[in-house]
T-cell receptor
Framework: EPEVTQTPSHQVTQMGQEVILRCVPI?????FYWYRQILGQKVEFLVS????????KSEIFDDQFSVERPDGSNFTLKIRSTKLEDSAMYFC?????????????FGQGTRLTVV | ELKVEQNPLFLSMQEGKNYTIYCNYS?????LYWYRQDPGKSLESLFV?????AVKQEGRLMASLDTKARLSTLHITAAVHDLSATYFC??????????????FGKGTKLSVKP
């Protein structure tokens, strides 16, 4: 069964450092998303991406964040200068072209710990 | 601003019992999802509800949607230990061009005890 895969599963970084979280969406999907979940809290939408550009982004997705689809298969989330409060589980998701009824399939997540 | 509220946030129930989790949302939306999350794991899609009166069932779980009341329920029948997990409802932001902008509830942590 096709699945969304994310690497690494756990990333520890020092405050102020840049991190790149990687995702390989399901191959025939065209919409891509990043969500985050701070430990014990609800899942929050960060950004959606379609046709090589951002479709929507939340207030959380400020100038420190960027997304890219560099090679047609990977979908990355970059945090330029990490802060302690960026520590969370980051989930990548993808969905296909049918917007009304399609569901987003989530990856296993990358746990980011900023120290 | 769309807000999604789930209750209860914690639910401890005995095996064999029935219970209902509620999901209220504040503005009209055309899509509501239920997800399951096991500790340290990702989100597993359970149900997609698209229209008023929609009812879907999978095993011991049944989800329904009342768009007029802006309410969805997830009913658990004869609970078993394997159902222990956190259950999230998520509502699509109305009018959004991207279907992925979902507002999640805080989740209901379900613990089923023998």
């Amino acid at each position: 069964e096709p699945e969304v895969t994310q690497t690494p599963s756990h990333q520890v970084t020092q405050m102020g450092q840049e991190v790149i979280l990687r995702c390989v969406p399901i191959s025939n999907h065209l919409y891509f998303y990043w969500y985050r979940q701070i430990l014990g809290q609800k899942v929050e939408f960060l950004v959606s991406f379609y046709n090589n550009e951002i479709s929507e982004k939340s207030e959380i997705f400020d100038d420190q964040f960027s997304v890219e689809r560099p090679d047609g298969s990977n979908f990355t989330l970059k945090i330029r200068s990490t802060k302690l409060e960026d520590s969370a589980m980051y989930f990548c998701a993808s969905s296909d072209l049918a917007p009304v009824w399609a569901e987003a399939f989530f990856g296993q997540g990358t746990r980011l710990t900023v120290v | 601003e769309l807000k999604v509220e789930q209750n209860p946030l914690f639910l401890s129930m005995q095996e064999g019992k029935n219970y209902t989790i509620y999901c209220n949302y504040s503005t009209t939306s055309d899509r509501l999802y239920w997800y399951r999350q096991d500790p340290g794991k990702s989100l597993e899609s359970l149900f997609v509800l698209l229209s008023n009166g929609a009812v879907k069932q999978e095993g011991r779980l049944m989800a329904s949607l009342d768009t007029k009341a802006r309410l969805s329920t997830l009913h658990i029948t004869a609970a078993v230990h394997d159902l222990s997990a956190t259950y999230f409802c998520a509502v699509a932001v109305p009018g959004g061009g991207s279907q992925g902008n979902l507002i999640f509830g805080k989740g209901t942590k379900l613990s089923v005890k023998p």
